[in-house]
């Protein structure tokens, strides 16, 4: 039994642990003082007068603390924990840090010190991706006045090939938040992942992290790569092997971070272990101290097009120390686009040298369907630099470089995304964009589906830019009710030619009391696409119905054909529906919308609806809402046929106008239904494709999806029953 302390115990108990906290801390310099004030202002202010200071953690299970051991999901031993520890030493918090909402069964401190804390609150949630920030920025992130919000995602974005334009996007409202609620802000490069073996595999966040350092560069924001901070710990490399040996011995050292010391633990590629954490953490503090340690090289350069599917980058590699400098350079994989096919170049330079050093890259292939499809360059619909990344060791030590380079000849920049009020055409928007020190003249041929323009020739000035349009007509097959196309540009330049794929998914607008059809998931992927909007007579599906009047909007789901199979301990039935409620000028614009998700067995009445998170109907639903609040029912008609009935009030709509058949009262919508079986092999509820019914589904095969949180993949719902016969289109 623990003696409770009398007062004078207390504050010798406090003393003592006063005394040797103040011992570890070392008093800041006037750079370090300044370095504090312009990047942390009100964080500074308040540690300097040992406040209660308050910090936010934005994040995916890295952030969250994903360990494979006893520690998993114990933040108190991640890297963000491990920074704020130094911040509590330095300012004299003796209390240390003191997580406000630990994980169950997880503990809150590291250990009983009394005195000043340093309060860390965790809103970082394994699986999620930079969009998900703006779900907490515009909910519950500022619940507690924080005085720091960090915020690290990455990961998740790579891994499903988010688009670096909704990562920019994400990472500026995070930014813009904090500052209307005046907190400090300090965005975080994802630490490295391994995609495949080797060295070169280390590439896939890198692209990301080149993202946030120009967002936080345009703001002004304190910046931290994780990646470099990781890569550092590879260490130096012996002279005089073969280079690809060395890197190879390089890439076992750095992949010793995701050791858990657990012989039969799973293979690990994304999650670092506790003594990386540690590592990162203290790393963290000391850029924020005294900013990222110096280079030793610089690394420029330049790329051009080869053709369709290789680029070629002459980088100039120049060593900027004062002594001689032998080592490997390593070119990592570009994300999932492009992999280096000469990645180890090894190299000598003395003082200020340069050397330069041609690197071949070819497009990744991802599947057999591209052996059979023409390759071409997917670049990112809002980006068209080349972002590339480096490992340089040597025998002092190890760095990793990044090069932001535009394509030569040209490269392209799509600005309009979505379309909406399609009647009889679409008008695609984009801007191309010089890579070439010289004038550039060529034509190009735009194309959707089996449509295609004119050449039209264009110049460009010297590393210039500039705004183009084409209009498509848009006549959709009788009775379609979604559309999927594949939108290309075929640029010509000096007799080489260069084409660049996109994706367009057009569906046609739901109104109020029209039945429409979903579509068969494994039917409705790939290019060139079509739903109906009925079903085929004698034909197994969904049909799907929307409703609404002053006291709420209405969703029912009629399945005819479609048996529902007992799965034992599980569900038989998962419908998620998104529903973007914000006010209408806002619907489809970009932004977070999460999904309510109803789950069913067998009989019909275990039917329920599970807890909704915050922001459920768009950023901004602040309030938490009762499940008990939905309506929600599903009944037999027949043994094939079934009714699943939705009921949403609409106070749970609050941010909604509601002004029902009005022109501009429109809402976003998606349904993802998955009628489950049991996955013999996983042991698991599983919707095999042709049980998963959706009314909208982005992903192209080429690797690339539209986050099924962002508001602007959905379809659009008019809350009238007049139908005007709209369309709204999503390129991605």
């Known amino acids: 039994m623990m003696r409770k302390l009398s007062g004078p115990a207390v504050f010798l108990a406090f003393l003592l642990v006063a005394t040797a906290a103040s011992a570890e801390a070392y008093p800041l310099t006037l750079e370090q003082r300044a370095r504090l004030k312009e990047f942390l202002p009100r964080t500074f202010g308040v540690l300097d007068a040992q406040g209660p200071a308050y910090v936010v953690a934005l994040g995916d299970s890295v952030t969250w603390m994903y360990a ?22 330095e300012f004299f918090y003796p209390g240390g840090v003191k997580l406000l909402n630990p994980e169950k069964g997880m503990p809150d401190k590291l250990k009983a010190h009394l005195g000043n804390e340093i309060w860390l609150e965790n809103l970082a949630v394994p699986g999620r991706c930079a969009l998900d920030a703006v779900q907490r920025v515009t909910t519950d992130a500022f619940l507690n006045d924080p005085d720091l919000v960090v915020v690290n995602f990455g990961i998740n974005d790579s891994v499903r090939g988010h688009s670096l334009e909704s990562y920019r996007k994400a990472l500026q409202r995070v930014v813009d938040e904090c500052r209307a609620h005046r907190a400090d802000v300090i965005i975080m490069a994802p630490n490295l992942i391994r995609s495949s073996p080797g060295p070169t595999g280390y590439g896939l966040t890198r692209t990301y992290a080149t993202v946030a350092a120009e967002v936080a560069r345009e703001n002004k924001v304190l910046f931290c790569d994780l990646g470099r901070v990781v890569a550092r710990s590879g260490g130096s490399i012996p002279t005089g092997a073969e280079p690809e040996a060395l890197m190879s011995m390089f890439g076992d050292r750095l992949a010793r971070m995701f050791d858990f010391g657990n012989p039969r633990q799973l293979p690990e590629s994304l ?14 503090y000391q850029e924020l101290l005294n900013g990222p340690p110096p280079r030793q090289f610089s690394v420029n350069g330049r790329g051009r097009f080869i053709d369709g599917e290789k680029v070629e980058v002459e980088l100039s590699l120049r060593n900027q120390s004062d002594v001689e400098r032998a080592g490997v350079l390593t070119a990592l994989a570009m994300g999932q686009f492009l992999e280096p096919v000469e990645p180890y170049h090894a190299f000598t330079l003395k003082p200020g040298q340069n050397v330069s050093i041609k690197i071949p890259y070819q497009r990744i292939r991802r599947s057999k369907n591209d052996d059979v499809r023409p390759v071409h360059m997917p670049t990112e619909i809002g980006d068209s630099n080349l972002r590339l990344s480096y490992f340089l060791a040597d025998g002092e030590g190890s760095d990793l470089y990044d090069l932001v380079t535009r394509l030569e000849p040209v490269g392209v920049v799509w600005t309009a995304q979505r379309f909406t009020n399609v009647t009889d055409s679409i008008q695609f928007l984009w801007n191309l964009v010089s890579g070439s020190d010289r004038d550039v003249r060529g034509h190009y041929v735009i194309g959707m589906g089996g449509i295609k323009s004119q050449p039209t020739e264009f110049s460009l000035p010297p590393l210039g830019l500039k705004k183009f349009q084409a209009k498509f007509p848009f006549t959709p097959p009788p009775g379609a009710a979604r559309i999927k196309q594949p939108v290309w540009l075929e640029i010509e330049v000096d007799g080489k030619t260069f084409r660049f794929d996109r994706e367009i998914e057009i569906t046609r607008d739901i109104v109020l009391g029209k039945k429409v059809s979903m579509s068969r998931f494994d039917a409705y992927s790939g290019d060139e696409k079509v739903g109906a909007e009925e079903l085929a007579p004698g034909t197994p ?22 048996e529902f199979v007992p799965v034992p301990n599980d569900e038989s039935l998962t419908v998620d529906i998104s529903l973007d409620a914000r006010p209408p000028d806002q619907v489809g614009t970009f932004g977070f919308v999460d999904k309510l998700r109803i789950v069913a067995g067998v009989p019909d009445t275990s039917v329920r609806v599970e807890k909704p998170q915050l922001a459920a109907f768009g950023d901004g639903y602040n309030m938490v809402l009762d499940p008990a609040g939905f309506g929600v029912m599903l009944r037999t008609k027949s043994p094939e046929s079934r009714r699943l009935e939705v009921k949403i009030p609409r106070q749970y709509l609050f941010r909604h106008p509601w002004n029902l058949d009005q022109p501009g009262a429109v809402m976003g919508i998606n349904v993802n239904l998955f009628l489950n079986v049991l996955d013999t092999a996983g042991g698991q509820a599983m919707a095999p494709g042709d049980r998963r019914f959706v009314l909208t589904a982005p992903r192209l ?3 690339a999806s539209a986050y099924f949180r962002d508001a602007r993949s959905l379809a659009t719902l008019r809350l009238t029953s007049k139908d005007a016969g709209t369309w709204t289109a999503f390129l991605y």
């Open 271 to 284: 999650h670092p272990n506790e003594k990386t954490h540690e590592m990162m953490g203290k790393a963290f």
């Open 68 to 89: 494979q051991d006893e520690n998993n999901g114990n933040m108190l031993l991640s890297y963000l924990s491990a920074f704020c520890h130094e911040l509590s030493r």
């Open 541 to 562: 599906g969904v049909l799907f119905r929307a409703d609404a009047d002053e006291q709420a909007v209405f969703f029912s789901f009629d399945f005819e054909g479609l």
């Open 701 to 703: 095969d080429m690797g």
